[in-house]
C-alpha cells in the first residue's frame, strides 16, 4: 500500500518533523565573493586534535600554503586562504564550541598569489597517495560534522564496506548550498564520488537528495547518465522530512537497516559523504587543490538572500554586506541551520570549514512549561528515543538513569524541541545530561 | 555592521514549530462545543448554567491555587477543558453547587495537588465526578429525558444504562435515538453523533491518536458480544464514546507511547464491560478510566519505544 495512506492511517510511524523549507536563496547561482582584506583562520576547523600554527607573526604567506597542522591522525592542517602577510597569532571564540581556540590572522596583499598546485591523475594514484592528498588537502566533512575525511575514508580493515551514499540531502531549512553545487557544479561531485569509490573499492553508490529538491534530482541523473562507462550509482528522492540528512537517518531511508546502537554506518557496510565533500575530494586529489573556500547560503531576514564562495577565516558581516538590506530586526546571527545550528557572538565570526549557512534572524525565546506527557517528542524522534525521560531524570539530577533511556543514540537534532508545546529547550537537557555523564565517567 | 546591538545566544533549535498547550487546549474546547449545543438543546437552557459554574470554579481554583503555589497562572486552556468534561459527565439537573464542589475539587485535589498540570495521575475531570458521585449520590440519580422546549422542566426518566430502563423502541429505533442523543442520561454524553464529530475535529489537528478511541470501544464491542451482550448498545449507550475520544486520551493521565495507549484502551475497556455486566453500577466508564490511569506509570516504565540500531542484551537492566 501506498507509503502516505499507512501513514494517514497510523499504520506506520514516521519520524522527523517538517519545519518550513524557506529555501529562499534556491534560485540564486553560486557567486565568488570579492576576497577580504583580512582572513581569521581558527585552528580548529575539524573534529579531533586542534593544530599547531606553522608559521609566525610577520610570515609572507600564499593561499593554499600549510599555516598549521597537528601530529594527530584524527586532524587536518589549516592552510592560508589569501595571500598576504601572517598578522597576528591570537585566540579568538570558536564559532562552534563558543570556547577560546587560537587563530591565525592575515592580511590580505591583494594578489591572490597561490602555491604551485600538483594535478594528478587519479587512476594512477595508490589509496594511500590519495589518501595523503585528501589529508594533506585538509579536507573535512562539508555537512557540519567537520570529520577528518581521510580517517573516515580509512575504516578498520574487519569492516568491509559495500555502499557509498552521497548525502545530498540538505535537510534544514534555508541552506541551498548543497543544492546548488549538485546544480552547478554536478560533474566535480560525480568526480570526488569515483575517487572515494576507488579508494574503498566500493561499486555501488547511492545519492540520496530530498525529494524538494527536483532540479538537483534530475542534474545529478544527468551527469550519471553521460558517464562511460556507466556505473553502478543511483539517485534516490527521499523523503523532506527533517532530519533526513542525518547519517543514521539516511542509511535507514536507502538500506533500509539501522546502525548498531553506539556504532558507525559502516558496521552495516555503509559509508556516508556529502556532496560538497566530495567536490572538494575532486579538487584535492585531481586538482592538487587544499581547502580554503566552500559556499555558504545568506539566508534569513536580508533582502537579496545569496549562495556565496567565501573564503574560510572571511568575517561572516562580509557577506551579509552582500545580501541587500537586513531587517533591522534581527538580534541573531546562527552559523549552520535553525535547527542544529550554532548562534553566534559578534558579526566578525570567520566562516570556516563546516560553516554552510549564515542565518540571519530574531530570536525566538519562549517561556519553558511543565511536559504536558504528549508523547510529540517521542513521536517525532529519528532514534527511538523518549525525549522526555532524559529530561526527567536531568531535572532531577539522576544522571545514571539516563543511559536506561539510550541516551549516546540522541543525535542532538532538534525535532523534538521543535515539537514540543511546552516550549522545553530538550536538546539543552540532553546536552546538559550527556555532559554530567561524562563527567562521572559513565558511557 | 548595520545592526551593532548585541547579538542573542540561544542554544539550537532555533525553529519551533506551532505547537502549544494553550493551543492543544483552545482545540479541545473547541471539539467540546458540539457536545455541549447538543446538551443545552436535548436539556435545556440549564446545562448554560451548569457549565458557566464548572468552568468558572475550575479557572478560579487554578488561579488561588497558583497563587497559594506561589506559581504564575497561566490561561492555557487546561482549567476550561475540565471545567467543561466535567459538566458533560454529570447528570442534567444537577444543582449547581455541586457542579461548584466537583470542579473546585478536580481542579484543587486531583490536579493541582498533584503538581499541577502534567504532574496529575488522575483524569481532574473524571475524579470530581467520581467525588461528587460518592459523596452526594442521592442528589446525582435524578435522570430526566430530553425535554422538547428550552426552559421546561425535565421529566424523570432511567438512563438507557440503568435498572429501570425500558422501551418500546424497537432496536433500529434504540439505536438511532442513542446515536442522535434522544435518550436521558449524562450532560453530554448522550449524543454519539457530536460527539464523533467533536473527536473527528481531534483526530484532524492530530491531538490525539486513533488508536485509543479504536481500541477502547473496539474492546467494549468485542467483549460484550462475548458476553451475549448487545454489542452494539454497549458502545452507543453511556459515557463510552466521550470517555473514548476525550477523557482516555487526556496526554498527562495516559502512557506516553502509542504501545502503551493501545494497553490501556484495551484495559479500559474490559474494565468498562465487566463494570456493566458484572458490578452493580450501570455505567463503568469513569472508573475504568481512572483504574487505568492509576496503572500508567506501570505501563510507561515497560512499555517503551525501540531505540534505533537497538542491540538486545541478555543483561537484566538495574
Redesign the interface.
Given at each position: 500500500m501506498n507509503m502516505h495512506v499507512l501513514e494517514v492511517?497510523?499504520l506506520r510511524?514516521r519520524t522527523g518533523?517538517h519545519?518550513p523549507a524557506r529555501k529562499s536563496a534556491r534560485s540564486k547561482a553560486i557567486e565568488h565573493m570579492p576576497l577580504a582584506s583580512k582572513v581569521i583562520l581558527p585552528l580548529q576547523q575539524h573534529i579531533g586534535a586542534c593544530a599547531k600554527a606553522a608559521v609566525k607573526r610577520g610570515d609572507e604567506v600564499k593561499v593554499g600554503q600549510v599555516i598549521a597542522e597537528s601530529d594527530g591522525f584524527v586532524s587536518a592542517p589549516i592552510h592560508a586562504t589569501i595571500s598576504g602577510t601572517v598578522k597576528q597569532i591570537t585566540t579568538i571564540t570558536s564559532p562552534v564550541t563558543?570556547q577560546p581556540v587560537p587563530a591565525i590572522i592575515i592580511e590580505s596583499d591583494g594578489k591572490d598569489e597561490w602555491i604551485e598546485l600538483a594535478p594528478a591523475d587519479p587512476e594512477n594514484l595508490s589509496n594511500e597517495q590519495i589518501l595523503t592528498r585528501i589529508q594533506n588537502a585538509g579536507i573535512v566533512g562539508m555537512g557540519g560534522a567537520t570529520f577528518p575525511t581521510h580517517v573516515k575514508l580509512k575504516p578498520p580493515p574487519q569492516k568491509h564496506i559495500h555502499t557509498l551514499i552521497v548525502n545530498g540531502a540538505e535537510c534544514e531549512?534555508y541552506i541551498t548550498a548543497d543544492d546548488r553545487l549538485m546544480l552547478e557544479e554536478a560533474d566535480r561531485i560525480i568526480a570526488g564520488l569515483k575517487i572515494v569509490m576507488q579508494v574503498l573499492s566500493v561499486t555501488r553508490a547511492h545519492i540520496a537528495i530530498e525529494d524538494n529538491k527536483p532540479q538537483a534530482i534530475e542534474r545529478m541523473r544527468k551527469a550519471l547518465a553521460q558517464l562511460s562507462p556507466p556505473e553502478r550509482i543511483t539517485v534516490v528522492a527521499v523523503a523532506a522530512r527533517y532530519p533526513m540528512g542525518a547519517e543514521?537517518t539516511l542509511v535507514?531511508s536507502i538500506l533500509h537497516a539501522?546502525?548498531?546502537?553506539?556504532?558507525l554506518p559502516m558496521d552495516v557496510g555503509a559509508l556516508v559523504q556529502n556532496v560538497a565533500t566530495l567536490a572538494a575530494i575532486y579538487d584535492a586529489v585531481t586538482l592538487g587543490k587544499p581547502l580554503v573556500e566552500r559556499v555558504v547560503t545568506v539566508a534569513g531576514m536580508v533582502s537579496e538572500p545569496k549562495n556565496l564562495i567565501a573564503r574560510f577565516g572571511t568575517a561572516a558581516?562580509s557577506l551579509?554586506e552582500l545580501c541587500g538590506?537586513?531587517d533591522?530586526s534581527?538580534?541573531?546571527?546562527?552559523f549552520g541551520g535553525?535547527?542544529?545550528?550554532?548562534?553566534?557572538?559578534?558579526?566578525d565570526s570567520p566562516i570556516i570549514k563546516g560553516t554552510n549557512c549564515v542565518?540571519l534572524?530574531r530570536?525566538?525565546?519562549?517561556d519553558e512549561?511543565?511536559?504536558?506527557?504528549?508523547?510529540?517528542c517521542?513521536?517525532s524522534?529519528?532514534?527511538?528515543?523518549?525525549p522526555?525521560m532524559f529530561v526527567n531524570c536531568v531535572k532531577k539530577g539522576e544522571y545514571e538513569t539516563l543511559p536506561?533511556?539510550?541516551i549516546a543514540?540522541c543525535v542532538?537534532c532538534?525535532a523534538c524541541?521543535?515539537?514540543?508545546?511546552?516550549?522545553i529547550?530538550l536538546?539543552?537537557y540532553i546536552?546538559t545530561g550527556k555532559t554530567e555523564l561524562q563527567k562521572r565517567g559513565v558511557k | 555592521m548595520h545592526n551593532v546591538s548585541k547579538l542573542v545566544l540561544s542554544p539550537a533549535p532555533h525553529l519551533r514549530g506551532n505547537a502549544s498547550i494553550s493551543r492543544d487546549m483552545y482545540i479541545v474546547t473547541l471539539a467540546l462545543l458540539l457536545p455541549c449545543a447538543g446538551a443545552v438543546y436535548f436539556f435545556g437552557l440549564y446545562v448554560l448554567l451548569m457549565l458557566a459554574t464548572g468552568v468558572l470554579c475550575a479557572v478560579l481554583t487554578e488561579y488561588v491555587a497558583k497563587l497559594m503555589r506561589r506559581q504564575p497562572f497561566l490561561m492555557d486552556g487546561s482549567a476550561i477543558v475540565t471545567g467543561i468534561l466535567l459538566v458533560l459527565v454529570m447528570p442534567p439537573r444537577t444543582p449547581l453547587w455541586i457542579i461548584a464542589v466537583g470542579s473546585v475539587f478536580s481542579i484543587a485535589i486531583a490536579k493541582e495537588a498533584f503538581g499541577g498540570l502534567g504532574h496529575n495521575i488522575f483524569n481532574p475531570a473524571l475524579a470530581g465526578r467520581a467525588f461528587v458521585t460518592l459523596s452526594f449520590a442521592s442528589a446525582l440519580t435524578r435522570w430526566i429525558a430530553p425535554v422538547s422546549s428550552f426552559m421546561a422542566d425535565g421529566v424523570t426518566a432511567a438512563t438507557p444504562l440503568g435498572e429501570g430502563f425500558v422501551t418500546t423502541l424497537n432496536n433500529g429505533a434504540l439505536y438511532k435515538a442513542l446515536f442522535l442523543g434522544n435518550v436521558a442520561g449524562s450532560v453530554g454524553e448522550t449524543s454519539v453523533l457530536l460527539i464523533l464529530i467533536g473527536g473527528a475535529i481531534l483526530l484532524a489537528f492530530g491531538l490525539i491518536k486513533w488508536h485509543v478511541p479504536v481500541f477502547y470501544i473496539g474492546t467494549v464491542f468485542l467483549l460484550s458480544w462475548i458476553m451475549g451482550q448487545d454489542p452494539l448498545f454497549h458502545i452507543l449507550a453511556g459515557g463510552l464514546m466521550l470517555g473514548a475520544f476525550f477523557m482516555a486520551t487526556d496526554y498527562v493521565t495516559s502512557p506516553i507511547t502509542t504501545r502503551g495507549k493501545i494497553i490501556f484502551a484495551v484495559g479500559a475497556g474490559i474494565l468498562v464491560v465487566v463494570i456493566r455486566v458484572l458490578g452493580t453500577m450501570p455505567e463503568g466508564v469513569c472508573y475504568s478510566i481512572l483504574l487505568m490511569n492509576a496503572v500508567t506509570p506501570l505501563i510507561d516504565r515497560y512499555v517503551r519505544p525501540k531505540p534505533y540500531g537497538y542491540i538486545p542484551t541478555t543483561r537484566k537492566e538495574a
Open positions: 492511517l497510523g510511524h518533523v519545519p563558543g531549512p543514521k535507514k539501522e546502525v548498531p546502537e553506539g556504532g558581516s551579509i538590506e537586513p533591522t534581527i538580534d541573531q546571527m546562527i535553525p535547527m542544529m545550528g550554532i548562534a553566534q557572538p559578534s558579526y542565518l534572524n530570536s525566538d525565546f519562549r512549561h511543565s511536559c504536558i506527557r504528549c508523547g510529540r517521542i513521536d524522534c529519528p532514534m527511538g528515543l523518549m522526555l536506561n533511556y539510550h543514540n542532538e532538534g524541541a521543535y515539537n514540543c508545546p511546552a516550549n529547550p536538546v539543552s546536552k | -
